[in-house]
């Protein structure tokens, strides 16, 4: 028995059909799936190269006007890793193309309404290698230097000798200003996914709509809940924290603001009154 139940994994506030659903109160996740509104779904993959790819002198980079891939960044260049035994990639497909192949293979049998588990032969041979198809190409075009003018480069690249995808099915929310008439919105799964290219990671800021400027000092409870960095449910002490339902722009400090938060209000408002009444 808990005094108190924190879950930060958005898909646990699915209905039962979904295996990472936490078997919550209908009345709690389905304020959480209110709160995160559309999602927006991502397929990631990892690349390892036998060699360091050719004519790639930056550790980053973006695309605005790719049909499959939208960031990719390499492996060892993040703090703290001075040498790899392969050369790593980590590329980042758009919400566009995520959300094609979750129309072409969903998440949800049509028919049971049983969860489909992502199988590895599928994530290699379709995302997988759809995405390892495109970045190659990407390379070859030499589109991962930094100087304005690029020129291709000399096949053939190196062997990949480790290939890996995953499906993000929430991966972020979607731009907090779409709403149901959004004309990019789609229902897939049973599921509500939207794309994010109008949305801010940086810097991170809080969006939450300021209230009203009138005379009007009272508010409701659902308007008091709205301006939390988190949802709350105090009847049942549920919370649920996360950049999903977070009043910040999506990512990690998002995240940990609304962890922080709600850490807070539990023990401002029910661990700290208790310890000073006994």
């Known amino acids: 028995e808990y005094d108190a139940v924190i879950?930060?994994?958005?898909?646990?506030?699915?209905e039962t059909w979904h295996r990472a659903s936490a078997g919550l109160p209908s009345s709690f996740t389905q304020n959480?799936?209110?709160?995160?509104?559309?999602?927006?779904?991502?397929?990631?993959?990892?690349?390892?190269?036998?060699?360091?790819?050719?004519?790639?002198?930056?550790?980053?980079?973006?695309?605005?006007?790719?049909?499959?891939?939208?960031f990719v960044a390499r492996m060892c260049s993040k703090p703290g890793i001075t040498k790899a035994a392969a050369d790593c990639w980590t590329v980042v497909s758009t919400p566009q193309y995520a959300m094609r192949l979750i129309k072409e293979t969903p998440m949800q049998d049509p028919i049971?309404?049983?969860?489909?588990?992502?199988?590895?032969?599928?994530?290699?041979?379709?995302?997988?290698?759809?995405?390892?198809?495109?970045?190659?190409?990407?390379?070859?075009?030499?589109?991962?230097?930094?100087?304005?003018t690029t020129s291709e480069i000399e096949p053939p690249l190196p062997k990949t000798i480790f290939l890996d995808a995953q499906r993000w099915g929430s991966a972020l929310p979607?731009?907090?200003?779409?709403?149901?008439?959004s004309k990019t919105q789609q229902v897939l799964s049973n599921?509500?996914?939207?794309?994010?290219?109008?949305?801010?990671?940086a810097p991170t800021t809080n969006q939450q709509q300021p209230p009203p400027d009138n005379n009007d000092t009272t508010t409701t409870k659902e308007e008091e809940e709205?301006?939390?960095?988190?949802?709350?449910?105090?009847?049942?002490?549920?919370?649920?924290?996360?950049?999903?339902?977070?009043?910040?722009?999506?990512?990690?400090?998002?995240?940990?603001?609304?962890?922080?938060?709600?850490?807070?209000?539990?023990f401002h408002n029910h661990v700290l009154p208790s310890s000073l009444s006994s």
């Open 7 to 14: 879950t930060t994994d958005i898909s646990s506030s699915f």
């Open 112 to 148: 049971t309404g049983e969860f489909i588990p992502q199988q590895t032969d599928y994530l290699e041979t379709v995302p997988g290698a759809q995405l390892e198809k495109a970045f190659r190409q990407i390379v070859l075009q030499g589109r991962l230097r930094k100087s304005k």
């Open 226 to 266: 709205e301006v939390l960095n988190f949802v709350a449910d105090t009847e049942q002490m549920l919370f649920q924290a996360g950049d999903m339902v977070s009043t910040y722009t999506p990512g990690f400090e998002g995240a940990a603001l609304s962890g922080i938060d709600v850490a807070e209000y539990i």
């Open 174 to 181: 979607a731009a907090r200003h779409l709403t149901t008439t």
């Open 32 to 70: 959480v799936r209110r709160r995160a509104g559309s999602r927006t779904p991502l397929f990631v993959c990892m690349i390892a190269f036998e060699d360091s790819l050719p004519g790639v002198d930056v550790d980053a980079a973006t695309f605005q006007s790719h049909d499959k891939v939208w």
């Open 191 to 201: 599921v509500v996914y939207d794309f994010c290219s109008k949305t801010t990671f």
